[in-house]
């Protein structure tokens, strides 16, 4: 299992000149009753031009015997000095596809060979907040093919992940027992894990 | 139905000086392999200090005589010059607990009065790129009593709201068809809407 804890020494304020990857912007904006505005939000600098999302996260399902089992991350993030349970995801490269970016991703962070089979619409992580969004993407991880016995993550050297799965329907205790293990919940996980919990509550 | 589209002027970039609600920050680091390391990030600048999350996202169901029904709101947000499909939600108030700011924020929001029946741990929105969190709060909202015969919402004079409410079981196909009219989505909702959709599939 790779280490994944780094050591948090000190956060400070960021000026927008010395900021590469990310940005504040201020939008000018006439209410509807007439009213001229401003509001502040935040962008990553790393969309290409010509992509309307960012990236993609992933929903990638191990078709294994005992049922179908979701597969997750545990990384590192320095925003929250915490590490974080997470769908793979990465970011769009310039003249990529969302469905490339997504066979991509999960090649490089986890070593798995998938097929994607579903894609959804754009959602917006926090569109009161950021510009920041993606599509999700559906992986199916043919278990049963020799080049996913024994998947060889290609990750970068400032890139510190853990792959697992969790079963699909225990997904919302699961993470519980992780959030009370001091691992952080991302929301686009937590969310899906509400999903399944309403859904199973109403008899869907 | 009120109006809800502003007009887009222009947007441009803001400096740390001039920013007075978000904020870039750098976080130093040391990595599993010991190497120092820093992590451009966003926040907000309105968390109270005693408070480990900004806020709530609120899941509401309204208990009518033909099943359930989740209410979301539509809002124009500047960030991404489109109205956005949420879920009520709220910054938290210094002093307040995380259901006090639930019930607050949909009165507010909606003029329904609920009660919170649920809390979720905290849910990170996107933690590469800023620290915003919530937790995610169920509010039950009784649809018999007096006063939610005819909800008035207390909104401030920069907010433009509509609430309207979906079948929980057509929550994804009704996010589509939205999306299809131009509306932009939440991912909160979207990913509890994949959710739901994985729990039918799977038979859970």
Known sequence: MPQLKST???????????AKWKRLVKTNY??????????????????PTDSPVDGVNIVAFLNKKNGSEILLEKQYRPPIDQVVIELPAGLIDAGETIEQTAVRELKE????????????????????????????????????????????????????????????????SQLQRLESEGYAIDARVGSIAEGIEIAKRLRL
């Open 30 to 47: 006439i209410d509807p009753n007439g009213v001229k505005r401003d509001w502040e939000s935040a962008e990553r600098q790393t969309r």
């Open 109 to 172: 962070e986890t070593g798995y060979i998938g097929v994607a089979d579903k894609t959804t619409g754009i959602m917006y992580n926090d569109p009161g907040f950021c510009n920041a969004n993606f599509n999700m993407v559906y992986v199916q991880v043919d278990m049963s093919l020799p080049e996913n016995q024994n998947p060889k993550p290609d990750l970068e050297d400032n890139e510190f992940i853990e792959c697992f799965t969790l079963p699909v329907s225990e997904l919302s």
């Open 8 to 18: 948090f020494l000190s956060r400070e304020p960021l000026t927008s000149e010395e």
